[in-house]
């Protein structure tokens, strides 16, 4: 059988007026007609790349600089702007990330569908309308008909990729290129896109590229994989071989960074590909140090006591009571943690986990309920010194690194600005040897503290944010999503950080998150979280293995299977 | 996932910038405009010096150079390069005190709309909810009239005057200034290293000071940049009508008004040098504003 | 609102002194004073505008001793007339050039157009007016100078717009007037045109192999004109207010002229009106430009419908 994509030592660069990078190097891939193939690598691997390169949709000044691009035998590369035009759609089609943005917001999904089977497939009038029609039925969207007139808006976001897929398809193409598909989806859906793509490819006999970051995508779905790591294809071949016995560094470490929801592991192993040589964590003795004292104290054996908490947010502000419709954010939760216990919040999207975070550090103020810190009531009724003493205990890891920290203050100021803020140091001299100690602490270096920012990765500011949290000498940290903007190996190695972190200072832990799997590798308690009510709290180990609540079971069927490892 | 897009912009983001920061500086487009700004503030900071004459000394000028054509000698032997006005001052000299005037009133103004609103505006964001309502409300209703037409309303009630042209324009700019700082702030307002700031339990003015105020500054240097420019222009255009700066001080807008007059009998010079200094400040400090909005376009320094 | 212009207009001269000849006797200034009620406590005076204010009536001129509201009417459609064209010039000639700089951002048309625009946004209106008139009238003696021309009718409208005399007159003022705002739609233009095509759903329509023209057509131009066309008409105010300046220029027979005019000679009840009127119109404009957005924005039209 003829191949029906050949990629031939393909080099993309990006030309810039200073500088030029190159985003791919010598990668050759290959595609059978009905074959799925995922590209997978973390950010900055140029697997986006390869995607825009092979229909020409390269943004500027991205340029394909040597290789060939053989489609059905034919180099795309000599094709001028009207046959590439001919071949995007009817030949090969695409589907990108977010359905939120890749439709037409002022155009009826009909339209767009139409406009397209009329440039692609040149059908017109009720043929079009009704290949549409079969079209929008063979993605799993009931009553296409009635839909034909709704814009993307009056969809929800799996229903628009479906859009989307069916768009990709219209032109009946032999080749999809998947770019992310399901990232911007919740756990639930991405499931069914998947499956829905596998099987209308199988279907339609059309190869299929899925360009991702995630493992389980690939292990759920492709037949063979290719690693891309920084702009070099490392490794490729059946996934099965890849994932259970991979031949490059790279791609055991990215394996190994990989969390997994089959059982805790102690820490993440082997994962020191990525970041590039040694970590230059300096530990320090904490009997001695300024960061130490604090935590010799003793404190009540309940960290956070949380009753009957409630909270709603005004969707529709009104004059009068009955036309405001509010969303309730928090219903009715109840919960404590132990001191030094790490406890975990599990949920999807609008479930209420950020919220229960926002209202325990006291960011947004609470409807009803209570919240004890050590004993000391925080809700926003009491504002006394015990009040701000207590908030002092508590500190937060934020979910993006790139908003979280001030980007007009130097990472010196910003470590230390709880401590001059409080004066819980002697001198300027001591501020400094302190703040420079908690960077060594985190694995940063002491090297950073004169620059800003944006000059770190995401990683990195983690690792900021980390250390600006420990310069209030916490005992509770709340950390929100910590690490699901990074990439798989670089939240290991920030996972890892907060496990050491939490060890040596007896730190209290709520953690958010909304992947299974980490939750496993961080928790020793659960509780899980929908519609703002908890469902089911329980030991990480006894949630994992015997699901009480049927949303948990739910979830945990959803969950990515990792048993690949 | 971001990917060769995101690539470029992180190297972008890491020392190299700087290095096209200076090249940006020193491109034609950003380096022509400062050259000629620093030249007109070099005029109207020495006006005394430079200009042949003073066209406001009431004893030196004389109704009989009235409307000399460029380059004729006046009645005290300086040759009038740009000719004279209808009361036969040097056109040049005029342009020259004319543009310290302009200079002033956009300035002073400028700076005092811009302190209001950049206060109106941090709070409006920050404390956001009925407060952010109602700031919002007045400067929404402010915005939706054109700013010549309060000018000119204002102006009817004040008076004429150097101190009330300031004034005007001052009333008149401040709610655009507010809102643009409100607008970047209520988005820093919501970023998470805000929400940082307060769980180490810092106090809102330090919050505000220190972490809101750094991260909303950036777009407002370009629009004070670019609100210079208009005001200019403004205090130019209510001259011209005879309510701004009264004809016997100096002004740019209060000599071309001057020279209207004169236009049909063909003495186009009192009304066309002054207008090309005008447009050659006002377009010099747009082009300077838009040169600094793409170096500071937040895509690159993020 | 009412009020405040009420209260400010009276805080500024005594328009008695600019109404009667200073050397005239004290009684005859008392009689002026009566006249217009002008010698009744200044809440009196508020009072009985407002009645009249309520009931269509802003108050006599003080110049010309009519109706101010019938004056402000009368003068209104030459404004109108000459705000229309300005905007239709602009959008006629903003709108392609913007879209076209957006598109091709390294041509050297766009850079020409650019150029241009800074200059259109620099330079000052009623200093080109000037130029113009020294150019087109003075030197060339192509155009009129001033006044506004023969008006023709068309369909039931009136407008100068439909004789060739009364286009003469009006050409000269409206693309002065429209000057400014034609580089304001080239840079509105340039900026959506630009945003709208790095958005994914273009980039997806190009993946769908849709042709260039489709693309700007169908799926650039709508999303850049909802928030030009937005902006446009609050713009419409803008043109209206400026007109001030163009119909001084021009002599132009409209609103600003007399408002002008009436600020000079401190004529108050003009004024009052002018602004009553204007502030009547901003509201509208608001209304309209509400209205086109829910019309034009199916996320807004039908957001409203629940």
């Given at each position: ?5 050949n990629?031939?030592?393909l ?5 810039m007026?200073y ?6 190097r010598?990668v050759s891939?290959?595609?059978r007609?009905?074959?799925?193939l995922g590209?997978v690598?973390?950010s ?6 390869i995607?825009n390169?092979i229909v020409?949709?390269l943004?500027p000044p991205?340029?394909?600089t040597?290789?060939e ?8 590369r000599?094709?001028?702007?009207k ?7 009817k030949k090969?089609g695409m589907i ?6 890749s439709l037409?917001?002022?155009?009826t ?11 692609t497939?040149n059908l017109?009038?009720?043929e079009a309308?009704?290949k ?7 993605v799993g969207?009931?009553?296409p ?9 009056q ?7 479906r859009?989307?897929?069916a768009?990709?398809l219209a ?5 999809i ?7 911007a ?28 970051h995630d493992?389980?995508?690939?292990a759920?779905?492709s ?5 891309m790591?920084?702009g070099?294809a490392?490794?490729?071949g059946?996934?099965k071989?890849i994932?259970?016995n991979?031949k490059?560094e790279?791609t055991?470490?990215?394996i190994?960074?990989v969390?997994?929801?089959d059982r ?8 020191d590909?990525i970041?590039?040589g ?19 104290q003793h ?8 009753n009957?908490l409630?909270?709603?947010y005004?969707?529709?502000k009104?004059f009068l009571k ?8 928090v219903?009715?939760v ?15 999207s609008?479930?209420g986990k950020?919220?229960?975070a926002?209202?325990v550090?006291g960011?947004?103020s ?9 004993d000391?009531e925080v ?8 009040v701000i003493?207590?908030?002092?205990n508590l500190q937060?890891i934020f979910?993006?690194?790139?908003s979280?920290l001030?980007?007009?203050?130097r990472?010196q100021d910003?470590?230390s600005?709880p401590?001059?803020?409080y004066?819980t140091a002697?001198?300027n001299m001591?501020?400094?040897?302190i ?6 602490h985190?694995g ?8 800003y ?6 990683g ?9 949290a420990?310069a209030?000498r916490?005992k ?8 699901s ?5 670089v939240?290991a190695?920030?996972?890892n ?11 209290t ?5 909304h992947?299974l ?6 928790c020793?308690?659960?509780a899980v979280?929908r519609?703002?009510s ?5 030991t ?15 979830l945990l ?6 048993d690949f490892i | 996932m971001?990917?060769g897009?995101?690539?470029?912009e992180?190297?972008?983001n890491?020392?190299k ?17 400062i050259?000629?700004?620093t030249?007109?503030?070099g005029?109207?900071?020495?006006a005394?010096?430079?200009?042949p ?5 009431l004893?030196i ?7 000399l ?5 006046m009645f005290?032997?300086?040759?009038a390069w740009?000719?004279?006005?209808g009361?036969g001052r040097d056109v040049?000299?005029?342009i020259i005190?004319?543009l310290r005037t302009?200079?002033i009133v ?6 005092i709309a811009?302190t209001v609103?950049?206060v109106?505006?941090l709070?409006?964001a ?6 952010d309502a109602?700031?919002m409300r007045i400067v929404d209703?402010q915005?939706?009239?054109p700013?010549?037409l309060i ?10 005057g150097v ?13 655009l ?6 607008a ?8 998470e290293?805000?929400?940082a ?8 003015f ?5 972490h809101?105020l750094p991260n909303?500054?950036?777009?407002l ?16 255009t209510l001259?011209?009508?005879g309510?701004g700066v009264p ?7 209060s000599?071309i008004?001057n ?11 009192i009304?066309f040098f002054?207008g090309?200094m ?9 082009i300077?504003g838009?040169?600094?909005r793409t ?8 | ?11 500024v001269?005594d ?6 000849n ?10 002026v004073r009566s ?8 809440h ?7 009645q009249?204010?309520?009931s269509g009536d802003?108050?006599?001129?003080f ?8 004056l402000?009417?009368?003068?209104f459609?030459a404004t109108?007339?000459?705000a229309t064209c300005?905007?239709?010039?602009a959008?006629v ?8 700089a ?8 766009t850079?020409i157009?650019?150029g241009?625009s ?6 000052p209106?009623?200093?080109?007016g000037?130029?113009m ?5 003075v ?6 100078v001033s006044g506004?021309g023969d008006?023709g ?6 407008s ?11 050409i000269?003022?409206?693309?002065n ?5 034609i580089?304001?739609v080239?840079?509105?233009a340039r900026?959506?045109t ?9 980039k997806?329509?190009r ?5 260039p023209?489709?693309?700007v ?14 902006v446009l008409?609050?713009?419409f105010g803008?043109?209206?207010?400026f007109?001030?300046?163009?119909e ?11 408002v002008i005019?009436?600020?000079v000679?401190?004529d ?8 009553m009127?204007v502030v009547?119109l901003?509201?509208l404009l ?14 807004v039209r ?5």
């Amino acid at each position: 059988m003829t191949d029906l994509l050949n990629i031939r030592k393909l080099s993309v660069s990006f030309k810039m007026e200073y500088e030029t990078t190159d985003a791919v190097r010598n990668v050759s891939i290959t595609l059978r007609p009905g074959e799925v193939l995922g590209i997978v690598g973390e950010s900055g691997a140029g697997k986006s790349t390869i995607g825009n390169a092979i229909v020409n949709l390269l943004e500027p000044p991205g340029e394909i600089t040597r290789g060939e691009v053989l489609f059905k035998g034919q180099d795309l590369r000599n094709l001028d702007d009207k046959q590439m035009r001919d071949v995007r759609g009817k030949k090969i089609g695409m589907i990108f990330q977010d359905p939120q943005t890749s439709l037409n917001p002022l155009m009826t999904i009909g339209g767009q569908l139409i406009e397209t089977i009329n440039k692609t497939i040149n059908l017109y009038g009720s043929e079009a309308t009704n290949k549409v029609i079969e079209l929008l039925e063979s993605v799993g969207i009931d009553e296409p008909e009635a839909r034909l007139n709704l814009y993307p808006h009056q969809f929800s976001g799996g229903m628009r990729q479906r859009v989307v897929i069916a768009l990709a398809l219209a032109g009946d193409p032999d080749l999809i290129i998947a770019d992310e598909p399901t990232t911007a989806l919740d756990v639930s859906i991405q499931a069914q896109i998947l499956d829905l793509i596998k099987k209308l490819c199988q279907e339609r006999q059309v190869g299929v590229i899925i360009i991702t970051h995630d493992i389980g995508v690939i292990a759920n779905i492709s037949d063979r994989v290719t690693v891309m790591f920084n702009g070099q294809a490392v490794e490729s071949g059946e996934v099965k071989q890849i994932l259970t016995n991979p031949k490059h560094e790279y791609t055991k470490s990215l394996i190994a960074a990989v969390p997994r929801g089959d059982r805790k592991v102690e820490r993440f192993k082997s994962i020191d590909y990525i970041e590039g040589g040694a970590q230059t964590q300096r530990r320090i003795d904490l009997d001695q140090h300024w960061l130490g004292k604090k935590f010799t104290q003793h404190y009540s054996d309940t960290a956070i006591s949380i009753n009957d908490l409630n909270k709603k947010y005004s969707l529709k502000k009104a004059f009068l009571k009955r036309n405001r419709s509010y969303v309730h954010a928090v219903k009715d939760v109840s919960l404590s943690i132990k001191t030094g216990e790490s406890f975990g919040l599990v949920g999807e999207s609008g479930s209420g986990k950020s919220t229960i975070a926002k209202l325990v550090a006291g960011l947004v103020s609470t409807d009803k309920g209570s919240i004890k810190l050590f004993d000391q009531e925080v809700t926003n009724k009491s504002k006394g010194k015990d009040v701000i003493a207590a908030r002092r205990n508590l500190q937060m890891i934020f979910q993006d690194p790139y908003s979280s920290l001030n980007a007009r203050m130097r990472v010196q100021d910003i470590v230390s600005e709880p401590i001059s803020y409080y004066k819980t140091a002697s001198t300027n001299m001591e501020m400094r040897q302190i703040v420079r100690d908690l960077l060594d602490h985190v694995g940063l270096g002491s090297n950073a503290m004169l620059k800003y920012p944006h000059e770190f990765s995401g990683g990195q500011r983690q690792r900021i944010s980390i250390a600006r949290a420990l310069a209030s000498r916490p005992k509770i940290l709340i950390c929100d999503e910590p690490t699901s903007a990074l990439d798989v190996s670089v939240q290991a190695h920030i996972l890892n950080l907060l496990k050491d972190l939490q060890d040596d200072l007896g730190l209290t832990i709520l953690f958010i998150s909304h992947d299974l799997p980490v939750i496993r590798q961080m928790c020793d308690r659960v509780a899980v979280m929908r519609h703002g009510s908890i469902c089911e709290i329980a030991t990480t180990d006894s949630l994992f293995e015997k699901p009480q609540h049927e949303y948990s079971k739910h979830l945990l069927e959803l969950m990515p299977k990792t048993d690949f490892i | 996932m971001k990917d060769g897009q995101s690539l470029i912009e992180d190297k972008l983001n890491s020392a190299k910038y700087k290095k096209i920061l200076k090249a940006n500086f020193l491109k034609p487009a950003t380096l022509i405009p400062i050259l000629l700004l620093t030249f007109i503030a070099g005029c109207a900071i020495f006006a005394p010096i430079l200009a042949p004459t003073n066209p406001y000394d009431l004893a030196i000028v004389s109704i009989l150079d009235s409307r000399l054509p460029p380059g004729e000698v006046m009645f005290n032997g300086t040759v009038a390069w740009l000719g004279t006005d209808g009361a036969g001052r040097d056109v040049l000299s005029a342009i020259i005190y004319g543009l310290r005037t302009s200079l002033i009133v956009a300035l002073t103004s400028a700076a005092i709309a811009l302190t209001v609103g950049l206060v109106v505006g941090l709070i409006a964001a920050f404390y956001g909810g009925r407060i952010d309502a109602f700031l919002m409300r007045i400067v929404d209703i402010q915005l939706s009239f054109p700013a010549i037409l309060i000018a000119l309303v204002l102006l009817a009630l004040l008076g004429k005057g150097v101190d009330k042209v300031i004034i005007a324009l001052a009333i008149v700019q401040w709610a655009l200034y507010a809102r643009t700082v409100r607008a970047t702030a209520i988005v820093e307002r919501r970023k998470e290293y805000i929400e940082a700031a307060s769980t180490l339990g810092l106090n809102n003015f330090r919050i505000i000071l220190k972490h809101l105020l750094p991260n909303s500054i950036s777009p407002l240097i370009v629009l004070a940049t670019l609100q210079t420019a208009h005001s200019i222009s403004i205090e130019a255009t209510l001259s011209f009508l005879g309510v701004g700066v009264p004809i016997t001080e100096p002004s740019l807008g209060s000599l071309i008004s001057n020279g209207f007059d004169f236009i049909l009998s063909g003495a186009y010079w009192i009304t066309f040098f002054p207008g090309v200094m005008l447009l050659a400040t006002v377009a010099a400090i747009n082009i300077f504003g838009d040169q600094l909005r793409t170096i500071l376009n937040p895509r690159h320094s993020k | 609102m009412s009020l405040v212009v009420f209260t400010m207009i009276n805080i500024v001269g005594d328009p008695v002194d600019m109404l009667v000849n200073p050397e005239s006797l004290p009684d005859e200034i008392e009689r002026v004073r009566s006249d217009f009620g002008l010698d009744q406590p200044a809440h009196i005076q508020y009072i009985k505008f407002l009645q009249g204010a309520l009931s269509g009536d802003l108050g006599n001129s003080f110049i010309f001793g009519r109706p101010a509201l019938a004056l402000i009417a009368e003068r209104f459609p030459a404004t109108l007339e000459l705000a229309t064209c300005a905007l239709i010039i602009a959008i006629v000639f903003g709108l392609p050039l913007g879209i076209y700089a957006g598109l091709n951002p390294k041509s050297f048309g766009t850079r020409i157009i650019m150029g241009g625009s800074v200059l259109g946004i620099s330079i000052p209106t009623f200093w080109l007016g000037l130029m113009m008139i020294i150019i087109f009238s003075v030197v060339l003696g192509w155009l009129p100078v001033s006044g506004r021309g023969d008006i023709g009718s068309f369909l039931g409208l009136e407008s100068s717009a439909f004789t060739l005399d009364g286009l003469s007159h009006l050409i000269m003022p409206a693309t002065n007037l429209a000057l400014f705002k034609i580089a304001m739609v080239i840079r509105l233009a340039r900026a959506g045109t630009v945003e709208v095509m790095s958005l994914d759903f273009i980039k997806f329509a190009r993946a769908r192999g849709l042709p260039p023209e489709r693309l700007v057509r169908f799926h650039l131009l709508p999303n850049i004109l909802i928030p030009i066309i937005t902006v446009l008409a609050i713009e419409f105010g803008t043109l209206i207010a400026f007109a001030t300046v163009t119909e001084t220029i021009f002599a132009w027979p409209g609103l600003g002229k007399l408002v002008i005019d009436a600020i000079v000679n401190l004529d108050r009840p003009i004024v009052v009106a002018y602004l009553m009127f204007v502030v009547t119109l901003f509201l509208l404009l608001n209304l309209i430009v509400d209205i086109i957005y829910a019309a034009l924005d199916p996320r807004v039209r039908l957001n409203g419908d629940q």
